[in-house]
C-alpha cells in the first residue's frame, strides 16, 4: 500500500498508465538505501572522506580524521536542526522584511492587519502595548528583527514565549541562544572537521539551535498573524475532488503565505478576466503549508499534501502549480511536462529547472500575483478539449484553530476564565490528555496510515486532538477535521468535551475530532496553549500531559521541530526511525538522557498501534505524577 488516500491511489494508476514516474517509484529505484546513512554514520564535512564507520565493529570504527561514530551520528543530527531551523527562520525573516517595506511604503501589498494580535504580542515582549499603532508596529520589527542577531541576552522570542522554568533550564544547560543566525551559523562551525568532537557537547549545541528554531517559527507565526489576520474556524473542503473541470485550477504550494496571500486577494479581481477566458471562476487550491496558510485564513481548500503533490496534475485539470519554497519536490517540473501544467516558481531562492520563474519580490507582489494568475488563464484555455479525471473524493473540514480562536469558543462555556472547562477535564480524566500530530507524509510510511490509526486509537482514550503541517492535511483529506469524526472515533469523555464546547458556540454538535492549528510553524501555537495551561496550573510544560507525535516525519525541519518539543518538556514520538542507530551512546542520550536534563524525550515507533499504546502511556504518566486519576 503506497496511500490511504483513494484519490492518491487512483492518480497512482493514472501515472502508472501514463508512465509518469512518481514519488514512489524513485523510492524502488533507490533501494536498497545505504545502511550507513541510514545509521548515521556516513559524514561527508571533508575531502578525506567519505568515511563511515562500520557499527557492529567488523570495520573501521574511526574516520580517517578520528571522529567516532557518535561524533560523526551527533553531527549529521545537529547540522540537520541547523538547517531546519535554518528554513523557519528565513520564512520568518522574509515576512519581517515585506511588513518592514509594507511600513516605509515600499511595498503596497504588506501592511498592518491584525492590531490586536500586534498589542497581545507587544505585551508579551515587554512593550508599552498601548502605544499609537504605527509607533508600536514600528518598534515591534525592530525588535523582531534584532532576533536574528546576536544579543547579549537571552534570546527574546524564546525566553518570552515559554514557561519561567524552560528559561531557567535553558540557561543552567547553557542551550538559551542568543541569536537565531549565530546559533545556526555557530552549528555548521562546529561541525567542520576538527571542531566539536564531544558528542554530548554537540547535542546540547542542537538543542539551542532548535530553540532558536521555536523562536523564528513563533516569529513567522507572529508576523503572519500581524500581516494577514489572525486564524479563526473557516468550513472548507479537502482532497482533489476540489478541484473543477471548468474553472483555472490554480494550486498554491510550499510555506509562505507572503505571496500566496496576496495571490488569494488578487484572484477576487481577476474573475472577469477567467471568464473571459471560457471558465466558470478561479479555483486556488493549497498543497503543503502554503495550503494551510491559506485554509486557516482564507478557507481555501486543501489540494492535497506531501509525498502526493505530484499526484493532482496527473488529473490532467491543473492549470498552474505556483510554490514558494520548502518541500517542493524538483520532480515537479517533469509531471508537469507530461500533463500540461504550468510550474511557476516564484521565490529567486528556490528555482527548478523546466519550470517558469516568476520572481516575486515585496515591491511588487500584487503585480507579480496577477501575471501568476494570467498564465493560469492562458493555460486553461490551452487545456481545453483534453479529458481531465478529477477523482471524486472529497472531505468536509473545519478548520481555523488559533490559540484566539480556541479561547475563544471556551470562553462560551467560561468567559471570565476560558481555559478552566479544559483543565478542569483534565483533572476529572474526561480528557486524559493533549498529543499534537505534527509533520510531514514520509514515502517509507503508507501516506496517511500512522496518522489515522493514531488518531483513532487516542480519540478513543479520551485524548484531545491537535494538528499542523501536512498531519493535519492527512486529517483534512481523510474527514477526520469534522464534528461526525468526532461522533464516531471520540471516546465517551472527548466526545462530551467536544460536544460542550461546540454547542455552547452555536455548532449544534461537537467540534472536529482534530483540531487543525495551521502550518509547520504554527507548532508554535500549540506550544503557546500548553504554555498557558502550565502556567495557569502552576506547573512546568515537562509535568504536562501534553506529547508530541510526527509519526511520518521526513524533513529537517521537522528534526528541528522535535528537538525543541524535547527541549521544552514533551515526550516526542517518531514513527520513522531517525538516522541515529549508529552511535548507542547518541540513542541513549536522545531516548533517556534528556530526560533528566529537560523533562522531555523521544519515543522511536513505527508501528501505529504500538505508538498509540506508548503515547498514551506517557500521558498516564504525567498524570501520575500530577496525581491526577489514570
Ligand atoms: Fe572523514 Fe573526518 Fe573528513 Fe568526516 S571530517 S569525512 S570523518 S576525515
Ligand atoms: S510542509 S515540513 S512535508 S509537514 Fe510544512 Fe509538510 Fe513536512 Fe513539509
Redesign the pocket.
Known amino acids: 500500500m503506497k496511500s490511504r488516500d483513494k484519490a492518491v491511489n487512483q492518480m497512482i494508476k493514472a501515472a502508472g498508465e501514463r508512465e509518469v514516474e512518481t514519488v514512489w517509484d524513485r523510492y524502488q529505484t533507490q533501494q536498497p538505501q545505504c545502511g550507513f546513512g541510514e545509521l548515521g554514520v556516513c559524514c561527508r564535512n571533508c575531502t578525506q572522506g567519505p568515511c563511515r564507520i562500520n557499527p557492529y565493529g567488523d570495520g573501521p570504527d574511526h574516520g580517517v580524521c578520528g571522529a567516532n561514530a557518535d561524533t560523526i551520528v551527533a553531527r549529521n543530527l545537529v547540522r540537520a536542526i541547523a538547517a531546519g531551523a535554518a528554513a523557519h527562520s528565513g520564512h520568518a525573516r522574509h515576512l519581517a522584511h515585506a511588513l518592514k517595506k509594507g511600513l516605509a511604503g515600499k511595498a503596497p501589498a504588506y501592511g498592518l492587519k491584525d492590531e490586536a494580535k500586534l498589542r497581545a504580542l507587544a505585551a508579551r515582549v515587554g512593550l508599552d502595548p498601548e502605544l499609537p499603532a504605527e509607533e508600536l508596529v514600528n518598534k515591534f520589527m525592530d525588535m523582531a528583527l534584532e532576533q536574528f542577531a546576536e544579543g547579549e541576552g537571552p534570546l527574546k522570542w524564546a525566553q518570552s514565549f515559554l514557561t519561567g522554568g524552560c528559561g531557567e533550564t535553558f540557561e543552567r544547560l547553557g542551550t538559551m541562544p542568543t541569536g537565531i543566525d549565530n546559533t545556526i551559523v555557530e552549528m555548521l562551525h562546529r561541525t567542520h572537521l576538527g571542531v566539536d568532537a564531544d558528542p554530548v557537547n554537540l547535542l546540547l549545541a542542537g538543542v539551542s539551535c532548535a530553540i532558536a528554531d521555536y523562536a523564528g517559527s513563533h516569529l513567522a507565526t507572529d508576523l503572519a498573524d500581524i500581516m494577514f489576520g489572525t486564524p479563526g474556524p473557516v468550513f472548507s473542503q479537502a482532497n482533489m475532488g476540489v478541484m473543477k473541470e471548468k474553472s483555472v485550477n490554480i494550486a498554491l504550494h510550499g510555506?509562505n503565505p507572503v505571496l500566496s496571500d496576496i495571490i488569494v486577494q488578487e484572484a477576487r479581481e481577476m474573475e472577469e478576466e477567467a471568464r473571459g477566458a471560457g471558465a466558470e471562476g478561479i479555483n486556488l487550491m493549497g498543497v503543503?503549508?502554503t495550503g494551510?496558510e491559506i485554509l486557516m485564513r482564507h478557507g481555501v481548500p486543501a489540494l492535497t499534501?506531501?509525498i502526493s503533490q505530484e499526484m493532482p496534475m496527473l488529473t490532467g485539470a491543473l492549470d498552474a502549480m505556483v510554490v514558494d519554497y520548502?518541500?517542493v519536490y524538483p520532480s515537479l517540473a517533469g509531471v508537469a511536462e507530461c500533463t500540461g501544467t504550468k510550474l511557476i516558481t516564484t521565490m529567486d531562492m528556490a528555482k527548478i529547472s523546466g519550470a517558469v520563474h516568476l520572481g516575486m519580490h515585496e515591491e511588487n507582489a500584487a503585480e507579480k500575483a496577477r501575471e501568476i494568475i494570467s498564465v493560469a488563464i492562458e493555460q486553461f484555455r490551452a487545456r481545453q478539449g483534453r479529458p481531465v479525471n478529477i477523482p471524486s473524493v472529497s472531505s468536509k473540514v473545519v478548520a481555523g484553530f488559533s490559540v484566539e480562536a480556541i479561547v475563544q469558543a471556551l470562553s462560551k462555556l467560561d468567559a471570565a476564565d476560558p481555559l478552566k472547562p479544559v483543565i478542569d477535564s483534565l483533572a476529572a480524566g474526561s480528557l486524559q490528555g493533549v498529543v499534537l500530530l505534527?509533520?510531514?507524509?514520509n514515502v517509507k510510511v503508507p501516506q496517511d496510515d500512522s496518522f489515522l490509526v493514531i488518531a483513532r486509537e487516542l480519540a478513543a482514550r479520551d485524548v484531545l486532538l491537535l494538528a499542523?503541517?501536512?498531519?493535519a492535511?492527512a486529517y483534512a483529506r481523510h474527514g477526520y477535521l469534522t464534528p461526525e469524526a468526532t461522533l464516531e472515533y471520540a471516546g465517551p469523555g472527548l466526545k462530551a468535551v467536544l460536544t460542550a464546547i461546540g454547542e455552547a458556540n452555536g455548532l449544534g454538535g461537537p467540534l472536529p475530532l482534530v483540531l487543525h492549528m495551521g502550518?509547520?510553524v504554527d507548532n508554535s501555537r500549540a506550544v503557546d496553549l500548553a504554555v498557558a495551561v502550565a502556567d495557569k496550573l502552576g506547573v512546568d510544560l515537562n509535568k504536562l500531559p501534553v506529547v508530541a507525535s510526527a509519526p511520518e516525519?521526513?524533513?529537517e525541519?521537522?528534526v528541528s521541530i522535535g528537538t525543541y518539543a524535547m527541549a521544552i518538556g514533551l515526550p516526542v514520538h517518531l514513527g520513522v526511525v531517525p538516522p541515529v542507530l549508529g552511535s548507542r551512546l547518541v540513542t541513549s542520550v536522545l531516548t533517556e538522557g534528556v530526560k533528566d536534563l529537560f523533562g522531555g524525550y523521544f519515543i522511536v515507533e513505527t508501528d501505529p498501534y504500538k505508538a498509540a499504546g506508548a503515547i498514551f502511556a506517557a500521558i498516564q504518566e504525567r498524570r501520575s505524577g500530577l496525581g491526577l486519576p489514570t
Do not use: L, P, V
Request: proline share 0%; aromatic share 4%.
Open positions: 510555506h503543503c503549508c494551510n499534501h506531501s520548502q518541500c505534527a509533520g510531514c507524509n499542523t503541517g501536512c498531519g492535511g502550518s509547520c516525519f521526513k524533513t525541519k521537522a
